[in-house]
């Protein structure tokens, strides 16, 4: 079912990577309508880093400078970044 609170969601996750505040990205990440799992406060600073530049690439690749993150991609990001921390620590 199409879910318009999850698009409101990704408005502002979108909004939050832009303007690069790694505490307003979390904050919205953690959006109860974004239904993300496993987001970490500790990892927050890591989030915006590579949910920033798996914007930047979406948008170099569809060449399209207002190309938005879905949840799934968000989704993704956040599980990364969680692995990555994982493996360094």
């Known amino acids: 079912p199409f ?15 832009d303007q690069g505040n790694p505490e307003k990205t979390l904050e919205a990440l ?6 993300l799992q496993d987001v970490r406060p500790v990892n ?3 989030y915006q880093d590579v949910l920033y530049h798996a ?9 399209d400078e207002s190309e938005l993150l ?5 989704q ?3 599980s990364d ?7 360094a620590a």
Do not use: M, Y
């Open 3 to 17: 879910c318009f609170t999850g698009i409101i969601a990704v408005g502002h996750i979108n909004e939050a990577i």
């Open 30 to 35: 953690l959006l109860p309508t974004a239904k």
């Open 44 to 46: 927050a600073r890591h």
């Open 55 to 63: 914007k930047a690439q979406k948008c170099k690749e569809s060449q």
């Open 70 to 74: 879905w949840l799934d991609e968000i």
């Open 76 to 78: 993704k990001g956040i």
């Open 81 to 87: 970044a969680n692995n990555n921390i994982k493996e």
